[in-house]
């Protein structure tokens, strides 16, 4: 018999109409002759009102406690979902995290699950019954309760998929596909029919919520196909998420946008001091070495990724400063790495912003056209949004610029890069691609050097533009092609 794991989010469980609608979903699998195993999250807002509820009585809530206390949110939506069921005459039972079986490492508030030893599960699918689980949480070695950040009831979905072996893991929410950037801000966005783990794992992680990016790298994996779906339109296929040699290669597959993102600015050292001798001057260079590469060591253990801190040194004083960005879950983490940081470096200032929006384009052409990244801080620059930052990341570009502009960045990216034309975009920059291989190609010929080569191509490249306001890919085609 086929399994099958569907998992609802909060708002598809959001009072009892709509848990009555996701039970005869359920019930629908089920008298198709499946294994249903339901993952739930928390009715509504149920998470964002009991962290609220914390917060009135400790403004930095200790985390173990407020782990018991979300986990909670969960508790009320498996009941709720078993209790309509039941009463559909189908035999639902309902199961906490640690009932589930999923064990967690010991982070508070976002821990990873380790491992799922669902035997609870297999013996509730053996007496015919639909378990219905709580998505979010699990137990950790010492028996505690933890959860597993925001979004992370797909992640309990997917866990289970993959310890039960089911043939897919369902998701179900308030939008019918993954579309090209989140549909609620952008009307022309379009729906992805199939995408790679790759693809979706690097859209989740710039931001789009529709996905958590830990439940996309599970699946992937452990090759659990996961299809998003909509809890008000089942009938619809959705989004298939699913292996690489399956989902076709995007040029560009999307835009997705991180609205909370924390940008620190790190000097390590400013001061030239003239009257330094020689030697003191190595001396204190090493053990600022030293101190700089614990520094960097320690920021990228806590989830930092290292392709995004940019280190800048000026040569010839003594100068150099660091920055990065970065979620702001992380930010009391960073403040009291760098608070201690200033013995080892006793020059260290630094400036921490919040509210920065990261604008994030993703697509497995990014990594083999650098031109999409320099087209991307065009269309920001020529609209006047002031780029902080630009990184790369894999199948990923990214723009750091201040929040008020993330609508309008995110619009204009889109428009520029996914819209219905993104199909001409896409056979624009293979075509620009191919235009360059050949350029260099004709001049490595002339020259017989590569690096002769590789300064014609940039020269091509300081050429290019195709990014204008009023984008219009087709005048860029015919350029193109003209100037081939
Ligand atoms: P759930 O509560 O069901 O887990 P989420 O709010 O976590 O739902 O995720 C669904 C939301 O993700 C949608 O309502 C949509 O606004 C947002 N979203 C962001 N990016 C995308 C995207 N690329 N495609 C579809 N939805 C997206
Ligand atoms: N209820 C949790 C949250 O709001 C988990 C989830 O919805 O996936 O983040
Ligand atoms: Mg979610």
Redesign the pocket.
Known sequence: MSRIVQ??????VKDPEHIGKVAEIVAETYSQNKQVVVVV?AMGHGTDELIDLALKVDENPEPRELDVLLATGEQVSIAMLSIALRSMGLKARSFTGPQAGILTDETHGFARIKTVHPSRIESSLRRGEIPVVAGFQGMNGNSELTTLGR?G??TTAVALAAALKAECCD?????D?????????VES?RK?GVISYEEMLA?ANS??????ARSVELAMNNSVPIR?RS?FAPENTG?LVTTKDIAPEHNVC???CDASRVWVRIAISQSFNAQESVGDFADNFSKQEDAVQHLLSTLISLGIDKEIISLKRANGINASWLEFHCEKRILRDVQSVLAGSTNQLPDLDYRIDTGLALVSLVGAGIDRDYLISDNLAQVLRKNAIPILMQTQQVLRSSILIPGAFKEQAVKLVHEVFCSTTAEAYSKLSKLELEAEKLALARAEEATGSTSAGLMFVAELGAMTDPIVSESNELDYHVETEARR
């Open positions: 998992k609802f989010g909060g708002t598809s999250s979004g009831s797909d998701i179900y929410t308030d939008v596909a993954v579309y090209t950037t989140d549909p609620r801000t966005a992805l859209l931001g789009a919520q529709v996905l958590n998003l809890t989004t999307g835009v997705a």
